[in-house]
């Protein structure tokens, strides 16, 4: 394998990974008030490195993906090898070490279709070589694009730490004000980040017919009419949350900063083609989220 930073930390996705278990461990203490187990982060690292390196085995060469796609190519066995010792690391830890199976089938019916759901548009989501459906009904609709992104994160960053951390306890938390105020807020996130990620691809989602709310609007309207309203929405259930005595005081102030640099990243992104620069900015409020969270909460843990 070729070594540079760029390679070792965002085209081998391991940023990504990073990104879900920061916001799992965020959830955990939020919802759970105590650390996930480790084989539990274990296993999103590494899902998510392997879910997102299926991705973009098969990218166009062209435009600003060149830098990425040449790593890719560079070191096609070793990302082939990756990939099978990766998958396997995740079906022994899943199968194994976390009964997986077990606690599924003791889940009742509305969180198995929750997970059945998420684990199904994931799982066509990124194969549009080889599901027409797929193609056509996510890829190629701007908003349900977006969305897929946002409800398969919240899922997996989510519902699914919780749903293993507490076991038969999690219907009872399924049910509370405090996960759905959660679950809301971070879909609402991500969904915001994803359609600032459409920014970055404009031009090969034009190229490849992959209608976008950017591709379809343009970037002035996407984000006066589109991330404005959904960051003015976020702060609405940020709100409601401290109105209901969800959310602390310092939560709201760390969750207004956090918009507020969502904002400024959705201004400064229109000026940057450079695929590692964006991924950075975009994905890196996520990492800032997370453990600006994750600090709060130990501290209030340890008070």
Request: contains cysteine; charged residues 10%.
């Given at each position: 394998?070729k070594?540079?930073w760029?390679?070792?930390?965002?085209?081998?996705?391991h940023f990504?990974?990073?990104c879900?278990v920061?916001?799992?461990?965020e959830?955990?203490l939020?919802?759970?008030?105590?650390?996930p187990d480790?084989?539990l982060?274990?296993?999103?690292?590494?899902a998510?490195?392997?879910?997102?390196t299926?991705?973009y085995?098969?990218?166009?060469?062209?435009?600003?993906?060149?830098?990425?796609t040449?790593?890719?190519?560079?070191?096609?066995?070793?990302?082939?090898?990756?990939q099978i010792?990766?998958?396997c690391?995740?079906?022994?830890?899943?199968?194994?070490?976390?009964?997986?199976?077990?606690l599924?089938f003791?889940?009742?019916l509305w969180?198995?279709?929750?997970?059945l759901?998420?684990?199904?548009?994931?799982?066509?989501y990124y194969?549009p070589?080889y599901?027409?459906?797929?193609?056509?009904?996510?890829?190629?609709?701007?908003?349900l694009?977006?969305v897929?992104?946002?409800?398969?994160?919240s899922m997996?960053?989510?519902?699914?730490p919780?749903?293993f951390?507490?076991?038969?306890q999690?219907?009872?938390?399924?049910?509370?004000y405090?996960?759905w105020?959660?679950?809301?807020?971070?879909?609402l996130f991500?969904?915001?980040?994803?359609?600032?990620?459409?920014i970055?691809?404009l031009?090969r989602?034009?190229?490849?017919?992959?209608?976008?709310?950017?591709?379809?609007?343009?970037?002035d309207?996407?984000?006066q009419?589109?991330?404005?309203?959904?960051?003015?929405?976020?702060l609405?259930f940020?709100?409601?949350?401290?109105?209901l005595?969800?959310?602390?005081?310092?939560?709201?102030?760390?969750n207004?900063?956090?918009?507020?640099?969502t904002?400024i990243?959705a201004k400064?992104?229109?000026n940057h083609n450079a695929?590692h620069?964006?991924?950075?900015?975009?994905?890196?409020?996520?990492?800032?989220?997370?453990?600006?969270?994750i600090v709060?909460w130990?501290?209030?843990?340890n008070?």
């Open positions: 394998m070594l540079t760029k390679g070792a930390l965002l085209w081998s996705n990504y990974g990073i879900a920061l916001l799992a461990i959830t955990n939020i919802l759970n008030h105590k650390m480790i084989f982060l274990l296993f999103i690292h590494l998510t490195v392997v879910y997102y299926h991705a085995l098969h990218e166009s060469h062209d435009g600003v993906y060149n830098d990425r040449t790593w890719y190519q560079s070191n096609a066995k070793y990302i082939l090898l990756r010792f990766f998958s690391l995740c079906i022994w830890i899943g199968l194994i070490k976390l009964d997986f199976f077990n599924f003791r889940s009742t969180i198995k279709c929750m997970l759901l998420s684990i199904f548009i994931s799982a066509i194969l070589k599901a027409f459906f797929s193609f056509i009904i996510f890829r190629h609709n701007g908003i694009k977006s897929s992104i946002a409800l398969v994160w997996f960053c989510c519902f699914f919780a749903w951390s507490l076991g038969n999690f219907t009872q938390l399924f049910s509370t405090i996960f105020n959660h679950f809301i807020f971070l879909f991500i969904l915001v980040l994803a359609i600032l990620f459409d970055k691809d031009y989602d034009k190229n490849e017919l992959v209608r976008t709310i950017v591709s379809k609007h343009g970037i309207f996407t984000i009419k589109i991330i404005v309203p959904l960051i003015i929405l976020i609405l940020v709100l409601i949350g401290y109105m005595h969800i959310n602390s005081k310092r939560q709201v102030i760390i207004l900063l956090v918009l507020g640099l904002y990243i400064r992104v229109i695929i620069t964006n991924i950075l900015m975009i994905d890196g409020i996520i990492i800032i989220k997370a453990l600006i969270g709060l130990i501290l209030m843990l008070s």
